[in-house]
Each structure stands twice: as structure tokens, then as C-alpha cells.
């Protein structure tokens, strides 16, 4: 058996980031920089009015009730029309240029617009409420770095730049595959003998949400032969995800399949709780990984090997699940012969976050992971850790 920190580095290191290509900006949400964006321009482009009210020269605003005469009005859109004299104001809407000589900007709540002129009632302050240009971002300023996950406010600055397509790594093709006699597919009928095959939904929406194209394959059966004949179908996948068949029962093939000509096995066994059976190899030239059968261990070994592996094949950076450290809300026992991965809640009570575990532990009680936001994470050889005492966990859930 090898560690999880030794198995996620041998699976990585097999894991290239796929090639870049260029996606309309619309199109670029959930996906990964493939270079450096440097900026071409100053954002704003021009100093700009932050508020409603009246651009000024504060050597000509020294007192309360100073009156000033309005030279002009620019709306937002429109350029200024000239310079105007200290004595004069010139009415100015959000986000219009500023104009030549005006050093700040009265806000309209305090001031009193009468018959041409604006009576001040409040003396301003030399560069209040002005935007000045390159505030925001600078010419040659690098903006955003290449592995960067692209989300909603680097959609923004992108098209603040006017960046209409986007740098990306390509989203890789993940083949999925349920292996197992027991087990029935949505469309099947569920006979007393089989059971629901919630693993290949459970890990569509895994490949999903971790930003790839998963690509389907169904059920392999129990035989060497439909086991082949269903991963011939991954030809042209980046990556195989299997569940199932890596145990040491008879008829789990995965690992003997592995084993065959053309194909290759790299390890099998990582210690953790759960999840111990897992297999990482090739099928051909694909990269493959065996996951456990067991939903809760599925479900486990993805989040510590499958989508790391994804995430760099997408060209991302931070390929781990998110840490933070909690205080244990509850006595928590592990068996401490190899670290534990325990489904747990963290909950906000008064002003700091606590955990605990969301119940029954087993690796088939998939419901321990649909009412947790975190793994905690009980190393090797600690067998209890009391309430109160803090616990390394990693989030899976932006829930909480």
C-alpha cells in the first residue's frame, strides 16, 4: 500500500494540461487561463465622476454656502465640453469623464441646485469622488495568471479589457464505466438482486462539476470480455474513471484487464479509510483509474485522486480540495490504522466554525456525503480526537 500523498503524486505526474484553444468570452465561465493576461489599456480609460453631483475647483469652494455658477451638464456617455473658471461648477452624472481643471466632485446630497447655480453646503475635499484613470488596472499591469480559475469577476475584468475570446485549456473528455453483475442502470429493471447503479450518476456529476465533458460508457458486466469491449469505447477519452472491479473478489476484472498487453498497471492500494482499493494504470494510451464500488469510497477517491487529475488536465493551479482547520464540535474515534477521511459538518455557532460528523460512517451510506460540506481528516494512528481539539478537514461542498 502506498500513501495518498504518494498515489496523488504518481497519477499527477501522468497529467499534462490539454492543449489551449480560444473561447468566446460568454463561453469561458468554469474554465482555466492558458496564459497570462496582460493588459493593453487603462481601466477606467479616463478619470471619471464616482458620483451624481457637481465637478469643482476646490480653490474656489473655501466655505459653506458658496454659490457657483453652472457651466455645463455632462451626462454620463458624453464628453466634457471645455474648461471652466473656479467660480463655476459643472453638473456631472456617474461615470462621465471628469472635466479639465476640476480636482473633485460634489456629491448631489450636498449641494442645492437653484435658478443656474449650485449652492454648496459642504466644503470638498481636493480628489473626492473622482475615478482616476488606470485605478482599476494599468497599461502592462499582468491581470490575470495563466491557471487561474475563470469566474464571474474575471469574466468582468476580461471584458473590461474588451477581450472577446478568451485563452483556455480544453476541457477534457472523461469516460465513465460501472462495472458489476449486481448492479442496474436507470432504464433496467430492478430486480430483487441488483441494485441501482448511483455511482455512474454520482460520478457524471463529479466530472461535471469539475469542469470536464464526461463521456458515458454504461455498465461493464462481470467478464473479461464486456469489460473490454465497453473501455474500447474510451478511445478517444483523456481520462477512464471506473467503479468497481479492484477489490479481491473473483470477478474484479479491472485490475486484470490493467494487466494486459498494451495496457499497464502502476499501483493498487492506497492507505486510506475509505477507499483502500484503488488502481491506477492505462488502457492503452489512456490514463485509468479504478475506483472502489462502495459509494461513499467512489465518491472519497475521486475528490483525493480523480479530480486533481482532471483539474490538471484542465491547465488549473490549485488542484486539492480547500483546507481549513476546525474545532471538533463532538468526540470523534477513528480505528487509527490508516488515515480517515470522515464525512463531517461545519456549522457556524456564534462566532466560529465547528464540525462534526453527519452520522453512520460506512462506506455505502452515501447519505453521509449528501449531508456533509468536508471530509475530516483523522491521520494514521490517532483513534480519538476530543471535543473542542481542532481537526484538519477538507471542504467538498460550497454549501456551508
Known sequence: MISVHEARELILA????????????????????????????????WDNSAMDGYAVQCAGVTEQGTRLRIAYEIPAGSLPQGPFEKHEAVKIMTGAPLPPGADAVIKREDTQEREGEVIIDKVPKVHQHIRFSGEDIQ?????????????????????????????????????????????????????????????????????RAAGAIPLYLGIARDTRDDLVSKLSMAKKADLILTSGGVSMGDYDMVKEVMGDTGNAMEFWKVEMKPGRPLAFGSIGSIPAIGL?????STMTS??????????????????????????????????????????????????????????????GILTSMAQGNCFMVIPKGTTLIREGEIIDCEIFSGSW
Open 292 to 296: 472502489p464500488g462502495y459509494p461513499v
Open 302 to 363: 475521486f475528490y483525493q485522486f480523480a479530480r486533481p487529475a482532471i483539474l490538471k488536465l484542465m491547465g488549473a493551479t490549485n488542484l486539492l480540495l480547500p483546507p481549513i482547520r476546525v474545532k471538533a464540535a463532538t468526540e470523534v474515534k477513528s480505528a487509527g490504522d490508516r488515515p480517515n477521511y470522515i464525512r463531517g459538518l461545519i456549522e457556524r455557532q456564534g462566532t466560529e466554525l465547528t464540525v462534526k460528523p453527519t452520522g453512520p460512517q460506512g462506506s
Open 139 to 207: 497599461t502592462g499591469d499582468t491581470i490575470l495568471l495563466r491557471g487561474s480559475l475563470i469566474g464571474p469577476a474575471q469574466i468582468g475584468v476580461l471584458a473590461s479589457l474588451r477581450r472577446v475570446l478568451v485563452p483556455c485549456h480544453q476541457r477534457p473528455v472523461v469516460a465513465i464505466l460501472a462495472t458489476g453483475d449486481e448492479i442496474a442502470d436507470l432504464d433496467e429493471e430492478l430486480t430483487p438482486e441488483k441494485i441501482s447503479s448511483s455511482n455512474s450518476y454520482t460520478l457524471i456529476s463529479l466530472v
Open 14 to 45: 501522468r497529467m499534462e494540461p490539454l492543449p489551449p484553444q480560444k473561447v468566446y468570452l460568454e463561453e469561458a465561465l468554469g474554465r482555466y487561463l492558458a496564459q497570462d493576461i496582460v493588459s493593453d489599456k487603462d481601466v477606467p480609460p
